[in-house]
């Protein structure tokens, strides 16, 4: 297997297009490395990108936060500029796998990859976050068009994550982050989902739902979030939405759930989250 440890995105960038298919991006590699060990690693080629020191930050704007591709998900979770501007990132990060994991881990690795279950994903789709990719060109992504299909993204073999943007949002907004893991917060998600509300007293004027490992993809919960916006929240709406998740999402059986299961866990964490923001 052939290394190569660009120092520069331009020189990231020539790499990929010169090796396209036969190569691998790595960062953190947690992904990647237990891929390697089990034989599932089919390219001969490894392009290590976690010497681009220059893709690791975390910075605040006036509308929005930008959060460098190579910023382990340790510094997000510890982060204040996270914590005070995307609270639900700020809590996801900090359930995601272990001390270890985290400090290894990248937001673009944790995106890149197209789990279903990635926990970045989640609130990055409740507060409306954008992924900037750069390649031939930069181009920007909402994060709900980046996801195409289980571990499919729409990153091209010559593409990159340069960057996460996410807006900053008014004070009359409410979240609220919720993890089902088999043993503890910090597995990997049976279910997960985040909740981004603009209330005013009981009345809901914006609502944004983002759930993980109850579909092929990341995805937004849009019925629901249309059930939610410009309605008063009653416990006869809330009783509604929890029974109109069970519509909109198609979880699968595997070795860590049923599909019966991740159903019945969609609605009660739903239920759930929208009584803390309320309250």
Not at 44 to 56: A, E, G, P, T, Y
Request: charged share 25%.
């Amino acid at each position: 297997m052939e290394y190569f440890a660009p120092r520069t995105v331009p020189e990231a960038l020539v790499l990929m297009r010169k090796w396209k298919k036969k190569a691998t991006l790595i960062a953190g590699g947690t992904n990647i490395i237990p891929s390697m060990r089990s034989g599932e690693l089919k390219q001969k080629v490894l392009i290590d990108l976690s010497q681009i020191k220059i893709l690791c930050y975390i910075k605040e704007e006036k509308n929005r936060i930008r959060i460098g591709g190579l910023t382990s998900i340790s510094e997000i979770a510890s982060s204040k500029i996270v914590k005070i501007h995307a609270p639900i990132l700020f809590e996801a990060a900090n359930q995601l796998g272990n001390p270890l994991v985290r400090n290894r881990a990248t937001i673009a690795g944790n995106l890149a990859d197209g789990s279903p279950a990635a926990d970045t994903a989640v609130p990055l789709l409740a507060l409306e976050a954008t992924v900037v990719i750069q390649g031939g060109e930069e181009k920007q992504v909402p994060v709900h068009q980046f996801f195409v299909g289980p571990n499919q993204t729409v990153l091209k073999r010559d593409e990159m994550i340069k960057e996460v943007l996410v807006p900053k949002f008014n004070p009359n907004v409410r979240t609220a982050y919720s993890k089902l893991g088999l043993r503890n917060s910090m597995a990997i998600s049976v279910v997960s989902i985040a909740v981004l509300m603009e209330m005013e007293k009981t009345f809901c004027k914006k609502a944004r739902i983002g759930y993980g490992a109850v579909a092929p993809k990341p995805i937004r919960a849009y019925r629901v979030e249309e059930m939610l916006e410009n309605h008063e929240l009653t416990e006869r709406l809330l009783i509604a939405c929890c029974e109109t998740i069970g519509k909109e999402i198609s979880p699968i059986s595997d070795i860590r759930a049923s599909k019966e299961y991740r159903t019945e866990m969609a609605s009660v964490l739903l239920k759930r989250v929208l009584k803390q923001v309320t309250q």
